[in-house]
């Protein structure tokens, strides 16, 4: 049974920095992609960041190109979000996805149940 | 960036009615979508890859047409499971992105 468990969230201040963790089983973790996609508090979903089976090759929204960096260890099937110069517009509840290949055009056939950030002061 | 865009943003709508939600995207995908449901405070299911192909376990009466820039969501029967946002996720190119959304109510 496929299962995505999300950590790390929580509430920090505006231009602060958090690290989210996914923690995946019950698939063969390097050979696939995964992203992050958030959801602000009653809004629509928004993908944020891609990063291929091996994890040379990553993708970002622009919203945070330059802040957000995405990285896994496929040694112990994780994820790791590292978000810094957080703003109030980052305050939503993230979820990692697995991708249906490893590379390409791949859509999400499995979701964590996320873990909410709230940026405020 | 191609820019999905859902219609309508909300429907209402009986048990078993035949419900039909449409996503438009801003350039061709050919048939690179996915479609996905959210219930109140779970986390997005997929539903429908490659437009029109059904995922496992999914119930038959839903079903998805269309390539290139237009593509609908049926429900053929709509059911009170059935309460949920829908979306509808290019996956043709970088960055995804999602549509905004249609919320179904049950009348």
């Known amino acids: 049974e496929v299962q995505l468990l999300e950590s790390g969230g929580g509430l920090v201040q505006p231009g602060g920095s958090l690290r989210l963790s996914c923690a995946a089983s019950?698939?063969?973790?390097?050979?696939?992609?995964m992203s992050w996609v958030r959801q602000a508090p009653g809004k629509g979903l928004e993908w944020v960041s891609g990063i291929s089976g091996s994890g040379g090759s990553t993708n970002y929204a622009d919203s945070v190109k330059g802040r957000f960096t995405f990285s896994r260890d496929n040694s112990k099937n994780t994820l790791f979000l590292q978000m810094n110069s957080l703003r109030a517009e980052d305050t939503a509840v993230y979820y990692c996805?697995?991708?249906?290949?490893?590379?390409?055009?791949?859509?999400?056939?499995?979701w964590g149940q996320g873990t909410l950030v709230t940026v405020s002061s | 960036d191609i820019q999905m865009t859902q219609s309508p943003s909300t429907l209402s709508a009986s048990v078993g009615d035949r419900v039909t939600i449409t996503c438009r995207a801003s350039q061709s995908i050919s048939s690179w979508l996915a479609w996905y449901q959210q219930k109140p405070g779970k986390a997005p299911k997929l539903l429908i890859y490659k437009a029109s192909s059904l995922e496992s376990g999914i119930p038959s009466r839903f079903s998805g047409s269309g390539s290139g820039t237009e593509f609908t969501l049926t429900i053929s029967s709509l059911q009170p499971d059935d309460l949920a946002t829908y979306y509808c996720q290019q996956y043709n190119s970088f960055p995804r992105t999602f549509g905004q959304g249609t919320k179904v109510e049950i009348k």
């Open positions: 019950g698939f063969t973790f390097s050979s696939y992609a």
């Open positions: 996805a697995k991708g249906t290949k490893n590379l390409g055009t791949y859509y999400f056939d499995y």
